[in-house]
């Protein structure tokens, strides 16, 4: 399911929530918009959270760690984010006019904070040298199963190309997965296909994707397209990779040809 919000306004933006809005994803997915010299205090008694910047210059309190933070560019920066389990108390003060998005799950384990800065995240970049580079764009991975085995979440950052494809070939996973949008002008626009259906993307859309859909995306030539993405590990079950679409896989063979040959 894809949906739109009109604009980031001041306070909180809802994505999703574990009891009520796409409850299927579960988590608790919130865009934040905060002004200079504003306060933000997050303390969950069940739940881990993470916390990336979006935009502007932040503080944050946590423990006995005070660290201040930035971000001028989605599309140019890499990733800043905190990342804590449940019952630590998080404030955040907004130095300049600053927005956050705050991904929350349920989760017993407790496990030590982790500030991760833009040297502390991967960036790899996908699709390079094959289809023509037709799929070629930048994964950022902040915290999966790999470096965070104790977390319920996953998240990262996808920069795509603009005329460009991501998440391709299409691929599923059984676990749910949220896709928040940006684009590098406010006319922006793109597609996210689910499964079987086609949505237009816009700036500050989001995509709610059930397990088991395929969920390739692209965005249209002339304008860059940013989302961030957060899976929910199911119980269990805990997502590791893809599973690449099986009509789809003969794309990934090194020779493969993808122009009718003349008979």
């Not at 990336?52 to 660290?67: C, Q």
């Not at 965070?148 to 998240?155: E, I, L, Q």
């Not at 249209?220 to 599973?243: K, S």
Request: proline share 5%; charged share 30%; glycine share 6%.
């Amino acid at each position: 399911m894809l949906r739109k919000l009109d604009a980031i306004t001041h306070g909180r933006n809802i994505l999703s929530e574990m009891d009520g809005l796409h409850s299927d994803m579960l988590m608790d997915v919130d865009v934040y918009k905060m002004s200079e010299n504003e306060t933000l205090t997050i303390e969950e008694s069940e739940k881990e959270v993470a916390v990336l910047i979006m935009a502007g210059r932040l503080e944050f309190t946590y423990e006995d760690n005070r660290v201040k933070a930035s971000r001028s560019s989605l599309f140019d920066e890499d990733p800043t984010c905190l990342h804590v389990c449940k019952s630590k108390k998080v404030v955040l003060k907004a130095l300049e006019t600053a927005e956050v998005l705050v991904q929350k799950t349920t989760n017993d384990r407790e496990f030590d904070s982790k500030f991760y800065k833009p040297e502390d995240c991967t960036s790899d970049v996908f699709g390079d040298g094959v289809l023509g580079d037709t799929s070629r764009r930048v994964v950022r991975t902040v915290f999966d199963y790999k470096n965070a085995p104790y977390s319920n979440m996953v998240m990262g950052e996808v920069i795509n190309y603009p005329g460009k494809w991501s998440s391709y070939p299409p691929h599923h996973h059984p676990q749910p997965e949220i896709y928040y949008y940006r684009f590098n002008k406010p006319q922006g626009f793109g597609c996210s296909i689910i499964g079987e259906d086609v949505h237009k993307i816009t700036d500050n859309s989001m995509s709610a994707i059930p397990g088991g859909l395929v969920h390739p995306q692209t965005t249209a030539p002339g304008y860059a397209m940013y989302y961030c993405w957060m899976i929910r590990h199911l119980d269990n079950n805990p997502w590791t990779e893809r599973v690449d679409d099986e009509d789809h896989v003969w794309l990934l063979d090194s020779d493969v040809k993808i122009w009718p040959e003349k008979e």
